[in-house]
């Protein structure tokens, strides 16, 4: 079965596995911090959209005939679930599980990003960004969403000329300005944990479609 997969589609399948680990801290964050209905509002989100990936591996779950289709209907499923189930707990506990949201998607970026210099050494502006897209889910490779405008290694500037999160948020009924908060809190962390010399920034147009990013030094 492997023989019609390539390694976009392992690259691509390992992301939606650490947005869901992602998915998973959360969980546990908000029980620890509000009790053990964080996690039955979970179970009611699953339900509702689906649950999270079995551990299997990319051969012993993808639909061969569909692969394009299968990691779609992944993504689909997992940024729907993760943002009803945050709307969920923020209808029920209040503004409170924000902060203990962004800590835990700061967590894990930060983790990830020490690995990468411990790694990968002290890359720059361009490579950080090249290895940000092996981290961050952002829609299928063939969306091209992202346009570099600006390129040197102190700096690199990207334009997101469509949000393929948004439609997704908004059918879950979460507020998109939390979701852009925790996204860009992540982006941060990662960064600045793969080298301390550089930081991340974005900055939204009027029409919240377009998105200017920045990596560059401090």
Known sequence: MSAFLGPIHHWLFNKIRLFEELENKTIKSLSKSFGDDAEAIHAAAAEKFGKMLPNAELEDLIDTDNIHGWLQNKIQMAETRQAYYYNEVLKKFGQAIVPVLEEAYRQQASKLGEALR??????????????????????MPCDHVNNVIESQPEKLVWVTVQCLHKPYWRQAGMDIEVMYRLRFAWTNAFIEAANWDYTYKAERSSNEERIIHTIALK
Not at 119 to 133: D, H, R, S, V
Request: zero cysteines.
């Open 118 to 139: 411990a790694e990968a050494g002290e890359l720059k502006a361009p490579e950080l960004y090249k290895q940000l897209n092996n981290y961050l889910l952002d829609g």
